[in-house]
């Protein structure tokens, strides 16, 4: 462990209080009124005013592949917007621009705390299901810039993004279908249990899964998270301030981001591409930290795919290259079987296409020990990714300063 | 009548590779700097950092590898409909080691590829001009 690359801001940053919306296919009302709803009720949940809340962070991507306009306030949400629909004028105002929308973003406001750039910042992340049409379906009639590298033979999309990864893997590997249906149903099983889940009450046989229609093989519809609306918003503030507030601060002990290394068409993502750079971002997020792999309670992989989950698991050292699948059907990651509880929390496939939301939600919610029913015994550290291993990022949680 | 499907749209970085398709030829851009391959073509060359690459396009022989492959039973652009099912394999060009491009086979089912199998380009013309390169099996 290298001291010189540890985080200087750690145990210094922590996370007072949260809110979120019900997680639903279409809200009934505009996105940004429910997320001035959110925000609200997120800085309300801290024990704070808006009048204390400086700081504002998002990632306001919407990530699709059909060429739906982002208007503010709509389809995607800003700091900017949310912090001039607050009434607020703050003294930090940011958006994270890259992929991993939600630890980039956690970076912004705990590196703005720790400066003193803000006191307190509200990061909230508010997530748009189109009304009309297919998500990912995009009517273009020509393929200029980049997509003229892929769209002409037919590559479009996430799932076929996703889908050579996958099926790179199971070739390599000789895992299976079978084998990835144990993460899509742990991953209902837990979201099924979650209220504001659009899952809630509805987990996934192992058999529903088998039985899906395939969209671009070996992807079926279950390896996919549903298109929703929904927003959360959650408080930071500095350490010492958040012990005077109502809840347990949650603190962070340092974050990483992965970067691809290699040029490549859009939207492809060879195997070794995600792992390389997925096992650099590892030891990044361990140097960073102080903690490592073994140290973490709750370690909320990202699942917005469900391969994503297997190439984490390898990527963060919790069981050797190749072995997810193994390691996944023997258990691995069943709550029920005593395995790591990565999909505790729901992930992306139990709750609905809230990008990172969910996981660093179940991190905060355990920590602070506010899950309820759900609470885990075990729950000092958490740790809490989002998107591709070598396009997204991760952030480590404690219960206690460091 | 047929969806047309999206019509490549060339620019002053891939008119040469766009031309050669029409031939039926497969062009990389060479840097002319560092003389690596590159794909897709961009500002900065990625093997050597130079901002001025002045990529020329070199005719290769088009044969590679299956790295892995889908596939695809939901069209998500104008003009798949009528040929779905359709399989895109991900292929590395024997041109440069790396250098992946992802296309179309035209031959083969999913039950017999296995990672290894060797492909050569082939060309699918799709309007005046304007051909896409997609790819067939070479192995048994």
């Known amino acids: 462990m290298n001291a010189r690359n540890r985080f200087a801001a750690r145990n210094r940053v922590a996370i007072a209080g949260y809110a979120q919306s019900p997680i639903v296919r279409h809200a009934d009302r505009p996105l940004g009124a429910i997320a001035v709803d959110v925000a609200r009720a997120a800085i309300a949940d801290a024990g704070l005013r808006v009048d204390d809340v400086d700081g504002f962070t998002t990632g306001a991507l919407l990530p699709t592949a059909g060429g739906q306009a982002a208007v503010d306030g709509v389809s995607v949400v800003t700091s900017n917007w949310l912090a001039e629909a607050l009434g607020v004028n703050p003294r930090f105002c940011s958006g994270f621009q890259g992929y991993g929308q939600i630890p980039g973003s956690v970076g912004l406001a705990v590196n703005a705390i720790a400066s003193g750039a803000a006191d307190v910042v509200v990061l909230h992340r508010a997530l748009h299901n189109p009304p009309r049409g297919r998500y990912h379906a995009n009517p273009m009639t020509h393929a200029s810039g980049y997509a003229q590298w892929t769209a002409p033979q037919g590559f479009w999309g996430p799932l076929s993004m996703i889908a050579l990864p996958y099926n790179e893997y199971l070739q390599r590997y000789g895992a299976t279908r079978e084998s990835m249906a144990h993460v899509v149903a742990e991953a209902r099983a837990n979201g099924a249990r979650i209220p504001w889940s659009y899952w809630y009450q509805r987990p996934l046989t192992i058999d529903e899964y088998l039985d899906a229609r395939l969209i671009s093989d070996p992807v079926c519809m279950y390896d996919c998270d549903i298109p929703v609306d929904g927003v959360a918003a959650f408080v930071f503030t500095t350490a010492e301030r958040a012990r005077a507030l109502p809840h347990p601060p949650v603190y962070v002990a340092g974050f990483a981001q992965g970067h691809p290394m290699r040029h490549r068409l859009p939207q492809h993502w060879p195997l070794d591409d995600i792992m390389d750079v997925g096992r650099e971002t590892s030891e990044r997020l361990w140097a960073h930290s102080g903690l490592s792999v073994r140290d973490i309670d709750v370690p909320q992989l990202y699942d917005g795919f469900s391969p994503l989950v297997w190439f984490w698991l390898e990527a963060l050292g919790f069981c050797p290259t190749g072995e997810a699948h193994a390691f996944v059907e023997d258990g691995g990651i069943s709550v029920e079987r005593g395995g790591l509880p990565v999909l505790s929390g729901g992930g992306a496939l139990g709750n609905g296409r809230m990008h990172g939301v969910p996981q660093m939600l179940e991190c905060y919610l355990q920590l602070s020990r506010r899950a309820g029913d759900r609470q885990l015994a075990s729950a000092s550290t958490g740790l809490a990714c989002h998107s591709s291993p070598h396009f997204g990022g991760a952030v480590v949680y404690t219960a206690e300063p460091l | ?140």
Request: hydrophobic share 45%; charged share 20%; glycine share 8%.
């Open chain 2, 1 to 140: 009548m047929t969806t047309a499907k999206p019509l490549p749209v060339p620019d002053e970085r891939s008119a040469g590779y766009w031309e050669a398709a029409a031939r039926g030829e497969l062009a990389l851009p060479r840097c002319a700097a560092c003389k690596h391959f590159t794909m897709p073509p961009t500002m900065v060359c990625p093997a050597c950092g130079t901002t001025t690459p002045r990529f020329t396009y070199e005719v290769v022989d088009g044969a590679g590898t299956i790295c892995s492959w889908t596939v695809v039973r939901d069209a998500f652009l104008p003009g798949f409909q009528d040929d779905l099912p359709y399989m895109l394999v991900d292929v590395e060009l024997d041109a440069e080691r790396g250098i992946r491009m992802i296309g179309r086979l035209v031959d083969g089912s999913a039950a017999m590829l296995r990672i290894g199998d060797r492909v050569a380009v082939t060309f699918d013309t799709i309007a005046d001009g304007l051909a896409v390169p997609s790819f067939v099996l070479t192995s048994a």
